[in-house]
């Protein structure tokens, strides 16, 4: 009895992923597609950028910029504290 409900999942499962690959078949023939075009235009605009001689500095003055992380932040606190400590006498003033 165990094998014969094995075996009927086993079926069904399969039955299952069988449907799933055929449905995906579509979906990743549009990917393709999809694909092909951004190629072809990421190739355009790289000949626009070379035939106008756009500096890559430009190309990317609008992206944003990472900010610091926590721990950079941090070290740059220490470094600017430590060089306060090396300029700055301590002690009293008079």
Not at 24 to 29: D, E, F, I, N, V
Not at 43 to 57: F, H, K, P
Not at 62 to 86: G, N, V
Request: charged share 30%.
């Amino acid at each position: 009895m165990a094998n014969a409900i094995a075996k009927a999942y086993q079926s069904y499962r399969w039955d299952v992923r069988k449907s799933e690959l055929v449905a995906s078949r579509p979906l990743k023939s549009a990917w393709l597609k999809h694909d092909a075009k951004v190629h072809a235009a990421r190739t355009n605009v790289d000949r626009l950028r070379e035939q106008y001689n756009i500096a890559d500095a430009m190309v990317m003055a609008d992206a944003p910029t990472m900010l610091m992380s926590a721990e950079q932040y941090r070290q740059l606190e220490r470094m600017r504290i430590e060089l306060e400590s090396q300029v700055m006498p301590r002690g009293d003033p008079a």
